[in-house]
């Protein structure tokens, strides 16, 4: 639930409607988000958020100037704020788990952890060109960076001291969050180290406790290390969806051998799920989110397991493995990294160990890999707008800085003018990370949309009485691992091996074993063939109606689609999402601020 205030504590500061206020300070909060403040020298400190820290480091931050690795030195997703004589300094999430925003609103600054609120107090409409970003470009969240959904309202920062000046004047930033290299403790330890804090944590303070135990690594250790955390002869409720009727596979099979290995730590529960709960079904029910949820396609089913969850199990809190994926794979940029670094001959091991594994050439990923590594990331994003549109080299290969799929026949000119218009704006800002390698500047990109989009998940969730958490997307987590040397760091065909190297004595030594995971290609077919009808009815019409898209066009390939024509689902699912959220937010009702808030210090 979303939290906020203002850069300044003068009387005439209005609240949403039904919010808690802060008392002496600008502060409101709808919901239960914690908040630890406390006061020394004329300067009042908020942690916000979930956060490790105990009362008497809380108090530090107050009695001290704040650290600068104050937002990743504690498991949590949490930011720190400082409200001074002058305004507020915010220091904000690195990994951008908890994202914060800003307007600027009659001489002074509006924060909040919802664009949508602040969105309703500027009387801000839908910012156009981030939606074109959204869905013409999706492997290339970037092209939004600092932008929310809201035109005007702007995401600040992760990782970063900013300063609201009390008055309104223009805000300043400075990056405190560098993933460099660290020697030290194998990584492997490192991510244990990490994880398991994070996982304690919600554990210790989540009341009614879930998780998912999908039969991957990733949930399953979230699962394990949670029954783990929870006091003597307590069950932790670990859940598997299954399509109704079948009761084997291997998800399945891996889930069974993981709780049957717990010793009555974990309490296993199947879910079967239905034909209605398939993806692009209901999708005119999805509930209002800040931005588009990753998992509006596939509402029905998450919507379903939380209410069975909260109605047959009391959950409250359920915890996800969504986010190792990230965290735990090289993107194929390492290829590069390598290269650059002289690190030949391990450079042609795994791109040859990767062509096999894909089924591919070699050449081509080193010659890739090679001419990526005599680029720099700005001279790959002088040349974006033009490849974007077809103009300049068509290198779709997968070893480069900014790989993109071809834009579909059904963008419009407007569309895809707005889109160029959004990569030379990116292009001419100054990247806050220089001189970082490439796999791992291209990680960080990747890991903060993740955990920024996750946010609207945990919207989803909220709506169903849940709170979601997904600790891998702590920001002391992933510190934890970017913070890799090259040397050091996973192969590219590899299946996660720091995790389970890291948990090779908590998790069964036949799902360590692990290289693959169950796919849900063919369920997404299957829900696109069975609700096509409506698809075709409504699908695409909000963004038809922006003339961002041609709609007869986007019906037709929904159509082949359907019928199971070979093609990338990337940009027909990212309308999808896109259009069903402009469609409940056009129905949703505006957040309501209400009158001034008065006898404020």
């Given at each position: 639930?979303?939290?906020g ?14 919010a ?29 958020g979930?956060c490790g820290?105990?009362d ?12 600068t690795?104050?937002?990743w030195?504690?498991?949590g ?7 001074l004589e002058h305004?507020?300094?915010l ?8 994202p914060?925003y800003?307007v600027?609103?009659?001489?002074t ?6 664009p949508?609120?602040l ?10 060109e981030r ?15 600092g932008?929310s ?8 920062p ?11 004047t ?25 994880l ?11 009341p ?13 250790t979230?699962?394990?290390l949670a ?7 307590t069950a932790l409720p ?6 109704q009727?079948i009761?084997d596979?291997?998800?399945l099979?891996y889930?069974?051998?993981t709780a ?14 239905g034909d ?6 209901r ?8 931005e ?11 919507q ?6 909260r ?9 996800t493995?969504d986010?190792?994926d ?6 194929p940029?390492h290829l590069a ?12 091991g795994?791109?040859?160990?990767w062509?096999?594994l894909?089924?591919t ?15 720099t ?15 300049g080299?068509?290198?779709r ?6 790989p993109?799929?071809?834009l ?17 704006d990116?292009?001419?800002?100054p ?6 390698d490439?796999?791992?500047r ?7 949309e ?31 691992v ?8 996973p ?14 004595d908590a998790l ?5 074993a692990r290289t693959?995971?169950g ?8 829900g ?9 009815d ?12 041609d ?16 093609m990338p689902l990337?940009h027909?699912?990212?309308a ?7 469609h409940?937010?056009?129905r ?6 209400v009158?001034p808030?008065?006898g404020?210090?």
């Open positions: 639930m979303p939290i205030g203002f850069s300044t504590t003068r009387p005439d500061l209005p609240h949403p409607l039904g808690e206020t802060i008392p002496t300070s600008s502060l409101w909060r709808l919901g239960s988000t914690p908040v630890r403040t406390t006061q020394r020298r004329g300067r009042r400190l908020h942690v916000i979930l820290a105990t008497d480091e809380v108090q530090r931050l107050a009695d001290l100037p704040v650290p690795r104050a937002t030195q504690w498991p997703t949490y930011a720190v704020l400082e409200e305004g507020l300094v220091h904000t999430d690195p990994a951008a788990a908890l914060l800003a600027a609103w009659r001489g600054w509006a924060w909040s952890t919802s949508r609120y969105g309703a107090l500027v009387g801000a409409r839908v910012d156009i939606m074109v970003c959204a869905v013409l470009a999706p492997s290339l969240p970037i092209l939004a960076t932008r959904v809201f035109a005007g309202v702007q995401q600040l992760p990782g970063a001291r900013i300063e609201l000046p009390s008055d309104g223009p805000r300043t930033a400075t990056t405190t969050w560098r993933p460099d290299p660290v020697n030290g403790a194998p990584p492997h330890l490192r991510l244990r180290v990490a398991t804090s994070a996982v304690r944590l919600r554990a210790h303070t989540g009614a406790l879930s998780c998912d135990l999908s039969g991957g690594l990733d949930s399953t979230m699962a394990v029954s783990r955390a929870l006091p003597a002869g670990g859940v598997t969806i299954h399509p009727g009761l596979g291997a998800d099979h889930a069974r051998l049957a290995a717990s010793q009555g730590r974990l309490r296993h529960h199947l879910l079967p799920l209605e709960h398939r993806p692009y079904t999708l005119t029910d999805v509930p209002v989110t800040d588009p949820a990753p998992s509006t396609l596939t509402q029905a089913r998450l379903a397991q939380l209410r069975w969850m109605r047959e199990l009391g959950t409250r809190t359920h915890l493995g986010g190792g990230s965290i735990l794979f090289q993107p940029a990294d390598l290269l650059r670094h002289h690190r030949y001959a391990r450079a042609a795994e791109a040859l160990g062509a096999r894909r089924h050439s070699v050449a081509p990923l080193l010659r890739d890999a090679a001419a990526m590594a005599t680029t990331r700005e001279q790959a994003l002088a040349t974006l707008p033009a490849e974007l549109t077809g103009g080299k068509n290198n290969g997968n070893v480069r800085w900014f993109a799929l071809p579909p026949a059904w963008a419009t000119p407007p569309a895809v003018r707005l889109l160029t218009e959004a990569a030379e990116y292009a001419a800002a990247d806050p990370l220089p001189g970082l490439a796999s791992v291209t990680l960080v990109d990747e890991i903060r993740v955990a920024r989009t996750a946010v609207a998940d945990a919207e989803l969730a909220s709506a169903c009485g849940i709170e979601l958490h997904n600790p891998f997307l702590d920001a002391s987590v992933v510190d934890a970017l913070r890799t040397p090259l040397g050091q760091r192969s590219l065909y590899t299946y996660k091996p720091v995790l389970t190297k890291a948990f090779a069964p030594a036949e799902l360590t693959t995971k796919a849900f290609e063919a369920d997404h077919f299957a696109m063939r069975a609700a096509l009808p409506e698809l075709l409504t699908g695409g019409m909000h963004l038809a109606s922006l003339d961002l898209i709609g007869k066009l986007f019906r037709a390939q929904l159509r082949q689609a359907a019928a199971g024509v070979p990337a027909i699912e990212q999808l999402a896109v259009d069903t959220w402009l409940t937010i056009g949703a009702p505006v957040p309501a601020w009158a808030v008065t404020r210090a």
